[in-house]
T-cell receptor, first 111, second 117 residues
């Protein structure tokens, strides 16, 4: 079993839809949780960063962490075609430096 | 542009040749990371520098791979005797322990895409 599991999709939604992306993890040592967005053939771009369980909102994006269930989510409201990209969840544990990524979910938002 | 830069952006080489990639981190970031990403997968950790010291190497980093960060500034990743399985995107990231978030917030460069024929 991989430390971080993420459904690779692909996920296709109409413009304006609410998108829900999820990851589960097995390592209880993970303390920091991130979501990165990666456009085709580009480097990952940090979208959201959370430390504790609960919700964090930034514009149309909401990150949710449930440490008791080892489950994290990213919600995108009013999705736009420009949101079409691969979304990667990532986590850091006790080492405090090594990111462990999910496989990424490919999202397409159709106009 | 004050982000992480990587050169070259693309490299095509023949099996058995040596290649070297360069990463320039965000200035004042003392931590630098190398990751490798293959098609359809998330990035995988390769190695980590704090200033000029290489503090950890993943078991993915075989003896053919070597990374350096002289003077704690830019870093190079060299692959000797390349194999077709080395074809991947090589990503560099940097971070700073400042701002109360520890080493967690890593900023990535655009990557170097390596194709080994």
């Amino acid at each position: 079993q991989k430390e971080v599991e993420q459904d690779p999709g692909p996920l296709s939604v109409p413009e304006g839809a609410i998108v829900s992306l999820n990851c589960t993890y097995s390592n209880s040592a993970f303390q920091y949780f991130m979501w990165y967005r990666q456009y085709s053939r580009k480097g990952p771009e940090l979208l959201m960063y959370t430390y504790s369980s609960g919700n964090k909102e930034d514009g149309r994006f909401t990150a949710q962490v449930d440490k008791s269930s080892k489950y994290i989510s990213l919600f995108i409201r009013d999705s736009q075609p420009s949101d079409s990209a691969t979304y990667l969840c990532a986590m850091i544990g006790g080492s405090n430096y090594k990111l462990t990524f999910g496989k990424g979910t490919l999202l397409t938002v159709n106009p | 542009d004050t982000g992480v830069s990587q050169n070259p952006r693309h490299k095509i080489t023949k099996r058995g040749q040596n290649v070297t990639f360069r990463c320039d981190p965000i200035s004042e970031h003392n931590r630098l990371y190398w990751y490798r990403q293959t098609l359809g997968q998330g990035p995988e950790f390769l190695t980590y520098f704090q200033n000029e010291a290489q503090l950890e190497k993943s078991r993915l980093l075989s003896d053919r791979f070597s990374a350096e960060r002289p003077k704690g500034s830019f870093s190079t990743l060299e692959i000797q005797r390349t194999e077709q399985g080395d074809s991947a995107m090589y990503l560099c990231a940097s971070s700073s322990p400042q701002g109360g978030r520890g080493a967690s917030e890593q900023f990535f460069g655009p990557g170097t895409r390596l194709t080994v024929l």
